[in-house]
């Protein structure tokens, strides 16, 4: 709900759980007057704090000094000395900005951002126009309230209406304000195969920054921050949250000032940005989803899952059942013909697995990752009959089939360098910076990115495939592009954005029934603007279930289950020589988008043979796993075990799973099943007993004594 208060100048906006204030000031500035618990509509005129005045720069015309305003959208180089938002920079090179209110409205409809940059969908929205009388530059910043999810999303335009060129330095999507610093944050950190481990950082004076200008968002820093207050748990504690939905070169940062206040400013990292902005041209900053949550980082999650399932995830998939898949790639990498193909797919006949996915090496002279990206051609010595043919194998043995694609990348032994040398980023007069063999192809190019929106749609309606695997394996570097002059260099990673974003809007509408998912050498572009083209996103290229009983939790932190995508592998795992039972594998897996990863003709037979029984308690599950509410017990970032627990909405159905590292060899585990509605009588399936949620979540159950690391164990519930 947004109000306005005519007399004091007002404006709440309130969630169910939360409320955010700001007003316009007697200087004319929007300061921002509060955010938390939700409190009752006041005057906050009553609030007046006030920084020491000596040495501290004065407003023109004011008895106040500008470290007294928290500015929501704040400037730099007049007097407030912290983290700027926006920083433009004039014809003369002058860099300030002074932004006063200049007037509101409240729109019905959340509007669709121009650029393309994917924003969530919303109802009303409360516009704020400011304005800096000096030089007819003004910005617009955008609220609006997830009630349900204690959401509040806002974004900024930033319109030239000066007469003359402004080039933006820094153009944040926010910057927030707390009045104290009593705070610890928490990060998502981690890099290829261990993706978003939680870090906690105590705040101190001066700034505590991450973010990357790698050009996309990384598996190293997740575009996430939270503020936890001390003591928060899973169940407790105040958490004010930011998730930028975005998928280029980001910023987070908190900074404590001299007076113990903290700002956090998150955007588009003003590193490897600059933008020129014409005389009545606009620029769009990404959205950023700020979550509240008043019972700890449990509910963080799972309202941050319901506003990306129900306001930024395609409708027509959120809530779809997914396929099982198996996943070509790490059984076969590049190794593989049509007969290695065909026998696989014959195999998977009757066994559970509902759809073949061909991974990476099926075009052009891709035999190994040195050649062949960009030539988006079938290989047809190792494919006659082209992609159908495989298409057709799989329907014969009653699966579909799916297929990889990495349409942001060429290879410089490729027949499209050599063609179009200039359309890969480089800086000529060096030596092309080459990561995993590789280059990016110029996206901020329309004539590029509509090349490859030809060859794509070609390939996908010719394919057969009901389901598509987006790739994306290497940051940007040099930061050049041809089709740019001098002084617009800096714009080159956001319109790279645009142009992914351009590609996928453009095939995934035109293909709305194949179901897209998102990869990034794992999960390095994990994040909510993915999702609006991706229902699903490959978690991490690490597929052993103890590593990843850490990064799926990490993922899901901010990310729904039905988000995230995880395959059972082969014993001992490729990538970390683990040995791992396959119940555990499996239980792991279960924990998001359920599939398999391996070679066929490698994979134990008993452990095939149980496929089909364990994609039918998939599928028995699997609504929980779309639809249900996550709970976490014991974290596994902190200790040697873990709980999953996913609960219906209405609690009457629960699916929970224990791990267990390291045996200890002491009494067997014990553990609380979080989540349960303590008044239901729950009947546990596996144990045939029934027995009160209070008593589950309180005294909990004994797992069986098992005489091994790596164990797990899961327990379907259902009330009475
Ligand atoms: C990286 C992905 O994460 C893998 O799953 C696989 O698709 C390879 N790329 C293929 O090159």
């Not at 005389?279 to 941050?304: I, V, W």
């Not at 506003?307 to 059942?321: A, G, L, S």
């Not at 714009?491 to 293909?511: D, N």
């Not at 909405?649 to 629960?654: E, F």
């Amino acid at each position: 709900m947004i109000g306005f208060n005519e007399e004091t100048k007002t404006f709440f906006l309130n969630g169910k759980n939360f409320t955010y204030a700001m007003r316009v000031n007697s200087d004319g500035y929007l300061t921002h007057c509060y955010y938390g618990a939700r409190v009752p509509e006041c005057d906050f005129r009553y609030f007046k704090p006030e920084w020491v005045k000596s040495f501290n720069p004065g407003i023109p015309d004011s008895k106040h000094i500008y470290a007294d305003i928290m500015q929501e959208y704040s400037t730099a180089y007049l007097g407030d000395f912290r983290e700027p938002a926006l920083v433009p920079e004039d014809e003369r090179g002058a860099r300030v900005a002074d932004l006063s209110y200049l007037s509101h409205e409240i729109l019905p409809v959340k509007p669709a951002i121009g650029s393309g940059i994917p924003t969530s969908r919303g109802g009303e929205t409360l516009v704020i126009v400011l304005s800096d009388k000096n030089t007819g530059l003004s910005v617009k910043l955008f609220y609006t309230v997830y009630d349900e999810e204690n959401i509040l999303t806002r974004r900024a335009e930033i319109i030239n209406g000066t007469g003359s060129t402004v080039t933006l330095r820094r153009a944040l999507s926010a910057t927030v304000d707390y009045y104290d610093s009593d705070f610890e944050l928490m990060t998502l950190e981690g890099h290829h195969a261990r993706e978003k481990t939680p870090e906690f950082t105590k705040l101190h004076h001066g700034r505590t920054s991450i973010g990357n200008i790698r050009g996309t968002t990384t598996a190293n820093h997740a575009n996430f921050t939270a503020l936890l207050r001390p003591g928060t748990d899973e169940e407790k504690g105040e958490v004010f949250a930011t998730s930028l939905i975005y998928s280029g070169s980001h910023y987070e940062s908190v900074e404590v000032d001299e007076s113990g206040r903290c700002r956090v400013s998150t955007g588009i990292n003003p590193e490897s940005f600059a933008w020129k902005l014409e005389n009545g041209e606009k620029f769009e900053t990404p959205e950023l989803a700020l979550c509240y949550s008043n019972r700890g980082l449990g509910q963080m999650s799972r309202q941050y899952h319901d506003f990306f399932r129900n306001y930024v995830i395609n409708p027509r998939w959120v809530y779809t059942r997914r396929p099982v898949v198996l996943n070509s790639w790490e059984g076969m990498h590049f190794s593989f013909d049509r007969q290695r193909l065909f026998d696989t797919i014959d195999a998977l006949k009757d066994s559970g697995i509902e759809l073949f996915v061909l991974d990476d090496g099926w075009f052009g002279a891709r035999n190994n990752d040195k050649a062949g990206l960009g030539d988006w051609f079938v290989n047809e010595e190792k494919l006659p009959g082209g992609l159908i043919a495989i298409a057709d194998r799989c329907k014969q043995n009653g699966i579909k089939f799916g297929l990889w694609i990495e349409p942001e990348m060429v290879n410089p032994d490729s027949d499209l360098y050599r063609a179009h040398p200039d359309w890969a980023i480089a800086v000529p007069g060096r030596p092309a910076v080459p990561s995993r063999n590789q280059y990016v192809l110029d996206f901020s190019r329309e004539e590029v990115v509509d090349y490859i929106k030809k060859l794509m749609y070609k390939v996908i309606s010719e394919s057969g495939a009901s389901y598509i695997k987006w790739d994306m394996n290497r940051p940007l570097t040099e930061n050049w592009s041809y089709a740019l002059p001098a002084d617009r260099q800096g714009e080159l990673q956001h319109r790279f954005v645009l142009g992914v974003y351009s590609l996928a809007k453009y095939l995934t509408e035109s293909f709305p029934d194949i179901l897209f998912e998102g990869c990034s050498g794992g999960g390095a572009r994990f994040d909510g603007a993915m999702l609006a083209y991706f229902p699903q996103i490959w978690t991490s290229d690490n597929t052993d279930a103890d590593d990843r009983t850490v990064i799926q939790l990490g993922t899901e932190l901010v990310f729904p289950m039905s988000s995230s995508s995880n395959h059972v592998s082969l014993s001992p795992n490729i990538r970390n020589g683990r040995i791992i039972c396959a119940d555990t594998r499996t239980n792991i897996a279960y924990g998001g988008i359920f599939g398999y990863e391996f070679d066929v003709a490698k994979y134990p037979k008993e452990e095939f043979e149980r496929i089909k029984a364990d994609v039918e308690k998939y599928h028995e599950i699997d609504d929980l796993i779309l639809r249900g509410d996550l709970y976490r017990g014991c974290n596994r970032t902190e200790g040697n075990e873990c709980v999953i627990c996913v609960v219906s909405k209405d609690k009457k159905r629960a699916f929970a799973t224990y791990y267990q590292a390291l045996n200890p060899h002491k009494q067997n585990p014990r553990f609380k099943i979080p989540g349960l509605a303590g008044d239901k009588i729950y009947h546990i399936a596996e144990l045939d007993v029934s027995v009160p949620g209070a008593v589950l979540s309180n005294l909990g159950i004994c797992m069986p004594r098992v005489k091994k690391d790596f164990a797990s164990y899961t327990l379907t519930l259902e009330a009475e």
